[in-house]
């Protein structure tokens, strides 16, 4: 099993940026994909970036050229830097990681976007 701490959430002006951390602890070694989803209060959960153990990255049409995902090659941190942020990216954002068929979850960290 692996846990996932998120951290980097808060308020921020529309046109701003913020950068969240997720750092991954215990099983780490077989961790895949990792990646950022968000659930803004009445949307389902969706898929913002991830990236693969490969180095491929994939991105909702939504954030491409505003979000950009990294990782450490020890695969226990992934990155969110999220630029030219908007009133629509405000949402609880959570962390996840990807073992096979198993997916663990962060406890999430809000971001903000005034308007």
């Known amino acids: 099993q692996v846990q996932l701490v998120e951290s980097g959430g808060g308020l921020v002006q529309a046109g701003g940026s913020l950068r969240l951390s997720c750092a991954a602890s215990?099983?780490?070694?077989?961790?895949?994909?990792m990646g950022w989803f968000r659930q803004a209060p009445g949307k389902e959960r969706e898929l913002v970036a991830s990236s693969s153990s490969g180095g491929t990255t994939n991105y909702a049409d939504s954030v491409k050229g505003r979000f950009a995902i990294s990782r450490d090659n020890s695969r226990k941190r992934v990155l969110l830097q999220m630029n030219g942020l908007k009133s629509e990216d405000t949402a609880v954002y959570y962390c996840?990681?990807?073992?096979?068929?198993?997916?663990?979850w962060g406890q999430g960290t809000q971001v903000t976007v005034s308007s």
């Open positions: 996840a990681a990807d073992q096979g068929a198993n997916r663990s």
């Open positions: 215990g099983r780490t070694f077989s961790i895949n994909t």
